[in-house]
T-cell receptor, first 112, second 113 residues
Framework: AQSVAQPEDQVNVAEGNPLTVKCTYS??????LFWYVQYPNRGLQFLLK??????LVKGSYGFEAEFNKSQTSFHLKKPSALVSDSALYFC??????????FGSGTKLNVKP | DAEITQSPRHKITETGRQVTLACHQT?????MFWYRQDLGHGLRLIHY???????NKGEVSDGYSVSRSNTEDLPLTLESAASSQTSVYFC????????????FGAGSRLTVL
């Protein structure tokens, strides 16, 4: 079965510290990988995507993600967290048949 | 600017009633999707369409239907609303090919009493 796992329901980090939000997937073929962010009472917004090439991709708001093919992981990172980064983050995978699979989401809390 | 709009944003209905949630996009995207978001489940795909007159079932399609008569609209109908369908519903659209970035609407919160 195709699946995307975000093992942490919640991640707490102090402002200014680095953050990591984890994602692993089990999707056949060579999927495309995405991160989306959701602020309260809003739809999901695109952050970044991995298609091919460099394993480290950079996206909006200073976020980046590291692709690891052997571990089938795509962890979201940011060197220095801001309070305004507090939101719900979703990892998503698009398979070769144009179907999307989403993780269950990770709530990021950045404390001042 | 292009956008994707959902209506209504909030709705309360009673068990057994028919409900239709509207989704309208001006991106000229061929692909449109309906998801529901529930705590602990993330987003689950209800129905999707790859073009006019094309509709497909997702992983949680029971009790829901869609129709695609034009490029811009994909209304979601709950034929006979059930309390288990209380949720937040998101419509999304994307281009045809490649790594498709999904553009989401703001969501419709449905409560079935």
């Amino acid at each position: 079965a195709q699946s995307v796992a975000q093992p942490e329901d919640q991640v707490n980090v102090a402002e200014g510290n680095p953050l990591t939000v984890k994602c692993t997937y089990s999707v056949s073929g060579n999927p495309y990988l995405f991160w989306y962010v959701q602020y309260p009472n809003r739809g999901l917004q695109f952050l970044l995507k991995y298609i091919t090439g460099d394993n480290l991709v950079k996206g909006s708001y200073g976020f980046e993600a590291e692709f690891n093919k052997s571990q089938t992981s795509f962890h979201l990172k940011k060197p220095s967290a801001l309070v305004s980064d507090s939101a719900l983050y979703f990892c998503a995978v698009q398979n070769n048949f144009n179907k999307f699979y989403f993780g269950s989401g990770t709530k990021l809390n950045v404390k001042p | 600017d292009a956008e994707i709009t959902q209506s209504p944003r909030h709705k309360i209905t009673e068990t057994g009633r028919q409900v239709t949630l509207a989704c309208h996009q001006t991106w000229n995207h061929n692909n449109m999707f309906w998801y529901r978001q529930d705590l602990g489940h993330g987003l689950r795909l209800i129905h999707y369409s790859y073009g006019v007159h094309d509709t497909n079932k997702g992983e949680v399609s029971d009790g829901y239907s869609v129709s695609r008569s034009n490029t811009e609209d994909l209304p979601l109908t709950l034929e006979s609303a059930a309390s288990s369908q209380t949720s937040v519903y998101f419509c999304a659209s994307s281009r045809d090919s490649g790594a498709n970035v999904l553009t989401f609407g703001a969501g419709s919160r449905l409560t079935v009493l």
